[in-house]
């Protein structure tokens, strides 16, 4: 099937097209100068290098608000390089496992043509739940990063610490926090505009329903 950008179907980078929806388009990343040390839980400095990636995870974030979804984005990388990218489309699918982290860890595996990938970062704008932090335990990844934390959901410390329970035989890093201020602002102002459209939709509804019970004296 030929690449397409309708209805959040394009390709990502690798020598094949895949078309799970709510794949982002996703190019190599490269650079002359060897990447910057990354941060860790004993060092959670924030680098550069983290906030460029994050940045790729708001963009494809965007795609999901233009889908109608809640935005949230994710990007899988290996060294300096962006192997997949997702974004949040459960509705759109009918799919409740249709997270951000779940689309960019399925299509960097099919890339991989392995489940596990060992040595990969996730970057993602929100804090992942626990049915993601169980998939990204699953497939080995090295660290995560997330951008505004999840009061709700979140299984990075926010509710529960998945990655924290010593009797997991894989512990993946996590950094919390990178353009929290961002990622969290774009979560806000799609919640407000939902709201907004709710409360116009039913004032439009009451308003038809005055106007069938009372309608205006014919001329």
């Given at each position: 099937?030929?690449?397409?950008?309708?209805?959040?179907?394009?390709?990502?980078?690798?020598?094949?097209?895949?078309?799970?929806p709510g794949v982002a388009a996703a190019a190599p990343i490269s650079s002359s100068n060897p990447p910057e040390p990354l941060a860790t839980a004993?060092?959670?400095?924030?680098?550069?290098?983290?906030?460029?990636?994050?940045?790729?995870?708001?963009?494809?974030?965007?795609?999901?608000?233009?889908a109608g979804e809640v935005p949230v984005g994710a990007v899988l990388v290996r060294g300096d390089e962006v192997i997949a990218k997702g974004f949040n489309?459960?509705?759109?699918?009918?799919?409740p496992s249709a997270h951000a982290e779940m689309v960019a860890l399925r299509a960097a595996a099919q890339i991989a043509q392995n489940y596990r990938l060992p040595g990969c970062e996730l970057y993602v704008t929100l804090e992942p739940?626990?049915?993601?932090?169980?998939?990204?335990?699953?497939?080995?990844?090295?660290?995560?990063?997330?951008?505004?934390?999840?009061?709700?959901?979140?299984?990075?410390?926010?509710?529960?610490?998945a990655f924290a329970n010593?009797?997991?035989?894989?512990h993946t890093a996590v950094i919390g926090g990178v353009l929290e201020s961002?990622?969290?602002?774009?979560?806000k102002s799609f919640f407000a505009e939902?709201?907004?459209?709710?409360?116009?939709?039913?004032?439009?509804?009451?308003?038809?329903?005055?106007?069938?019970?009372?309608?205006?004296?014919?001329?």
């Open positions: 099937m030929p690449p397409v950008t309708a209805g959040g179907v394009v390709t990502i980078v690798g020598d094949f097209a895949n078309s799970e004993a060092n959670p400095t924030v680098s550069d290098r983290d906030r460029r990636f994050m940045a790729l995870a708001q963009t494809a974030a965007e795609e999901a608000r233009a489309h459960p509705i759109g699918a009918h799919d739940c626990l049915m993601c932090a169980g998939a990204i335990m699953h497939a080995r990844i090295a660290r995560v990063v997330f951008g505004a934390r999840d009061p709700k959901t979140g299984a990075c410390g926010s509710v529960v610490d010593p009797q997991l035989n894989h961002e990622c969290g602002a774009a979560l939902r709201r907004r459209a709710s409360r116009e939709a039913r004032a439009a509804a009451r308003a038809a329903v005055v106007a069938q019970k009372d309608p205006p004296d014919a001329p």
